[in-house]
């Protein structure tokens, strides 16, 4: 039986790497990536880290940090960091026969049965530097014989420099002296509740847990960190999945950037948010009969009365089509707002999904061709946006969008917009 191998492909800070892409006078200072509203720090490259500068401090607690060091902090740029990850990971479906997406800046390989003519570090080398020649990204990759192993390789690979960015733990002896080194809250699915059980029971490192008895430890937790036990030892438990899992549900909200007194403003917005929600339900290729609608005051802010609600309603049959849910979505509003709150965030959130069509008509639905013809309307709607960037949109959504999340330091579009190309001088 051949033995299973796999590779964890993981972009080195990949939002800052982003940034510093298009910026080559910021390659050897800190940068770092703030939230919704520009927050807190969601994202550091190398230098930021230097500085002590933590993932999720609110900016006004590093501001006089920032300043110091001549830190340049940029807004989440989501479009630009989609973007690049798609270029990422298509470089990486030419290098490998089967790859599973698992984050915006990680991919597992299958490299099992692969005959390679040379080594698995210098396969891991390969990858490296062709991810960096067609992207301009640095990765680090990790190689074991299971998902679990390949995830702490890579750790390692992050880590320690010398290791030239690659790591191979296939072999038994050099997982062992890695899972030596490590605390158990390195290993995989392992949480702050789980590390704090498992170190009452004496398990303090990786080996510790690869070396307790998988059945006291299902016993003890779940079959889940059974299994992980298990493939610290090796024995793959966790298949590659290259097909995504169906969602089981589907959530837009944003906080606001300014808070919300006005119920034409919140109607906007919980427009704009059924309509991103329901494009990627399209997207699943699925559709929905839950839709909840919920919005609320900052728990945060010592100015605002506490309030906080939701409603959800149930179709009668499923659909994807943006204007049911947004008709449904302004009763259930009507039914929420209380006038004299500063409102600080909304959302909408869909569930109960079925595949197109499998579902029971009800006796006075819409003719089937109505369907397929509302169908094709929403597929326009998409194919245009997907092209040419919010060319169609409801009346409802509003034109300025004044409620919308603050990026005042945002960066250019540099990959996604004609308009905002980068120009060499």
């Known amino acids: 039986m051949t033995t299973p191998v796999f590779a964890l492909v993981d972009c080195n800070n990949f939002y800052a790497s982003c ?3 298009f910026r080559p006078d910021l390659t050897d200072k800190p940068v770092v990536v703030l939230s919704n509203n520009d927050g807190c720090v969601v994202a550091r490259s190398r230098e930021a880290k230097k ?5 999720g401090v609110p900016v006004f607690q590093v501001r006089e940090l920032i300043q110091k060091h001549g830190v340049v902090a940029f807004s989440s740029n989501y479009a630009l960091y989609a973007d690049m990850s798609q270029r990422v990971m298509n470089t990486l479906e030419s290098l490998a026969p089967r790859v599973e997406v698992y984050s915006i800046d990680e991919s597992f390989l299958d490299l099992t049965g692969v005959d390679f003519s040379q080594s698995l570090t210098d396969f891991g080398m390969q990858v490296r530097k062709v991810v960096q020649k067609y992207t301009g990204i640095t990765v680090c990759v990790g190689i074991a014989p299971t998902k679990t192993l390949a995830k702490l390789a890579n750790h390692a690979a992050k880590t320690w420099p010398k290791t030239g960015g690659v790591v191979d733990l296939t072999d038994k002896v050099r997982q062992r002296k890695l899972l030596a080194l490590l605390p158990v809250n390195e290993v995989w699915g392992i949480g702050g509740k789980l590390t704090k059980r498992l170190q009452q029971l004496g398990i303090n490192t990786a080996l510790q847990l690869a070396d307790a008895d998988p059945e006291y430890i299902r016993q003890q937790f779940s079959v889940v960190v059974e299994r992980t036990v298990r493939e610290l ?3 793959s438990c966790i298949a590659l999945e290259e097909m995504a899992p169906t969602k089981k549900q589907i ?3 944003r ?3 300014e808070r919300i007194t006005d ?3 919140m109607r906007e917005a919980i427009s704009e948010y059924v309509s991103r929600a329901c494009k990627k339900l399209r997207q699943e290729q699925q559709t929905a009969k839950h839709l909840t609608v919920f919005l609320r005051t ?4 010592d100015k605002d009365a506490p309030y906080s609600a939701s409603r959800s309603i149930e179709l009668d ?7 049911i849910f947004l008709a449904h979505a302004m009763k259930l509003l009507d039914g929420l707002w209380l006038n004299g709150y500063r409102y600080a965030k909304a959302g909408v959130m869909l569930a109960d999904f079925y595949d197109p069509g499998v579902c029971q008509p009800g006796l006075f639905d819409e003719p089937m061709v109505q369907k397929e013809t509302d169908q094709k309307l929403m597929q326009l709607m998409d194919t245009l946006n997907s092209k040419h960037s919010k060319t169609l949109w409801f009346a409802s959504q509003g034109t300025k969008q004044e409620w919308g999340m603050k990026r005042e330091l945002l960066s250019p579009a540099y990959t996604t917009n004609w308009c905002e190309l980068p120009i060499a001088r």
Do not use: C, W
């Not at 500085?51 to 993932?55: A, E, N, P, T, Y």
């Open 19 to 21: 940034e510093k892409l």
């Open 51 to 55: 500085l002590g500068i933590k993932m």
């Open 233 to 235: 030892n090796g024995e």
């Open 251 to 253: 959530v837009s909200s």
């Open 255 to 257: 906080a606001f950037g």
């Open 263 to 265: 119920k034409q403003q």
């Open 298 to 301: 900052s728990p945060f802010s």
């Open 317 to 323: 049959t499923p659909s994807s089509d943006t204007r």
